[in-house]
């Protein structure tokens, strides 16, 4: 794991929890590390693990509330979601329970696209963006074993992952060895081993 910037606390946004953004190219096992943090933290309520809602049929490799283009927008207009956006033909939101869990001073973990982060750090006060990567030869075998992928999308997904290369996060994870051993790499990342105040997830 490698801290690229320090974390940042901005005064007048919202807070004073912490926002941690999961982010990073197809096939970097992002899913995979969120869910082991996510058992692992089961018992401390101090950690949030928002569900996101998608325009798209939730299924094995991603599970995600689903609504459609008519009531998801319905709900952009309502106040529904904390931050959406757009990617890929699809829209994705986080809950406006988010920024409730923030303002009582808990850590929210999300799994978001790249492209919001800039604007979330405009937001939040407290924010931290974690790059799940893994070599471009390792992301390109992974891709080509999920049978959902067509070789033509595989090959479109692996020219858009180059685009993390410019990518500024505040610390990066690369997921060639263990899972195990990533999720606890997250895990440190989302309360750091000298927490005090916020009790420290177990296992």
Avoid at 1 to 29: D, E, K, N, W
Avoid at 96 to 125: L, P, Q, W
Avoid at 140 to 169: C, G, H, M, P, Y
């Amino acid at each position: 794991m490698t801290m690229v910037s320090p974390a940042r606390t901005r005064p007048g946004l919202v807070g004073p929890g912490r926002l941690v953004l999961i982010v990073g190219p197809s096939g970097a096992g992002k899913d995979t590390l969120i869910a082991g943090a996510k058992v692992a933290c089961a018992t401390n309520p101090a950690i949030v693990f928002p569900r996101r809602v998608v325009t798209r049929a939730a299924s094995g490799a991603e599970d995600h509330d689903t609504l459609d283009d008519a009531n998801f927008d319905r709900g952009v207009e309502d106040g529904a979601f904390a931050f959406w956006w757009e990617a890929h033909g699809h829209k994705y939101g986080i809950p406006s329970t988010a920024d409730h869990h923030i303002r009582a001073g808990r850590i929210v973990v999300s799994n978001v696209s790249r492209g919001i982060v800039d604007d979330m750090r405009e937001k939040y006060a407290r924010v931290d963006a974690v790059l799940v990567t893994a070599p471009a030869d390792v992301l390109a075998s992974r891709l080509s074993r999920r049978s959902r992928q067509t070789d033509r999308s595989v090959t479109e997904r692996i020219t858009r992952n180059d685009a993390f290369s410019l990518f500024r996060a505040d610390y990066v994870i690369e997921t060639t060895g263990a899972p195990e051993t990533a999720v606890q790499q997250l895990l440190g990342i989302i309360v750091p081993p000298k927490c005090s105040a916020i009790p420290c997830p177990s296992g």
